[in-house]
């Protein structure tokens, strides 16, 4: 069971030069407790993404923040998964292509 417990409209958000329509939704699971739902949409694009975070007393801005690290971090971790040795500084350079 989901129960909405506060609603906010779009906001604009710029990281990094990139802007972004997001939208943040504080939301109570009965399995988890208190969540906020984050739901963010790259302007230009219209790519949609979703995250569910126990981290309520953020804003919709360090949400959208953390978001975007997280996606970095996936993704380079996409390039390096399944490769025998990996320097730190191989991996530095991958994030920062980014």
Sequence with gaps: ???????????????NGEFYSACKVNAYVSEVGEVS?????????????????????LTVFELVEMALKRCVIEEVQKQVNGRVWVSFTEIISLALAM
């Design 1 to 15: 069971m989901i129960v909405c417990v506060r609603r906010e409209r779009f906001v604009d958000v710029v990281v």
């Design 37 to 57: 739902v984050l739901i963010n949409v790259k302007a230009g694009t219209r790519d949609v993404h979703f995250l569910c975070s126990d981290l309520v007393e």
